[in-house]
């Protein structure tokens, strides 16, 4: 089993994902999606063996992150993006993030911007926001095994 920790939206807190790393056993990667990708890059000078998977969000003028990345956990294609580019905040079916997933083949789309957690599982997407480390107080914990994946919205 590929236990995998997915936070967004940490605006600088980054002593949350600290705690909660630290706290974690068998941990295989991390997953930051967005608002602050300084702190994914301070994540991954710390645990320099543990894979740290991120995206820029709108607040990150000045990071040169990439807007969306696809990565592939135990045969599980995960789309991870700040959701902004998306239309996350507009969208309440989220049609253009799926889209975006889609066409990157996803079986997971990661987003964050709206600060609120969410998972869904529709038509073979499952999407999955956990919500800000900093406002909400909330991140994701996902588990793959054999192509199949478990989600759980952890709140602090």
């Known amino acids: 089993m590929k236990k995998?920790?997915?936070?967004?939206?940490s605006h600088g807190d980054i002593?949350?994902?600290?705690?909660?790393?630290?706290?974690?056993?068998?941990?295989?990667a991390?997953?930051?999606a967005g608002d602050y990708a300084n702190d994914a890059e301070d994540?991954?000078?710390?645990?320099?063996?543990?894979?740290?998977?991120?995206?820029?969000?709108?607040?990150?003028?000045?990071s040169s992150a990439p807007s969306y990345t696809t990565?592939?956990?135990?045969?599980?294609r995960i789309y991870i993006t700040h959701g902004h580019e998306q239309r996350v905040k507009y969208e309440s079916d989220y049609r253009t993030l799926?889209?975006?997933?889609?066409?990157?083949?996803?079986?997971?789309?990661?987003f964050g911007h709206t600060?609120?957690?969410?998972?869904?599982?529709?038509?073979?997407l499952t999407m999955i926001n956990p919500g800000s480390i900093r406002f909400s107080a909330t991140y994701a914990?996902?588990?793959?095994?054999?192509?199949?994946?478990k989600i759980n919205i952890m709140e602090l």
């Open 141 to 149: 914990v996902a588990e793959i095994e054999n192509g199949m994946t």
């Open 71 to 76: 990565v592939i956990v135990d045969g599980v």
């Open 4 to 9: 995998i920790l997915i936070f967004s939206d």
């Open 115 to 124: 600060h609120i957690p969410y998972t869904s599982y529709d038509c073979g």
């Open 30 to 32: 991390v997953i930051h």
């Open 15 to 28: 002593n949350r994902c600290l705690d909660i790393i630290n706290s974690c056993d068998n941990l295989y």
């Open 43 to 62: 994540l991954q000078s710390i645990y320099s063996d543990l894979p740290i998977y991120y995206v820029k969000g709108n607040n990150d003028f000045f």
């Open 98 to 110: 799926r889209g975006a997933a889609e066409k990157e083949n996803a079986d997971i789309a990661v």
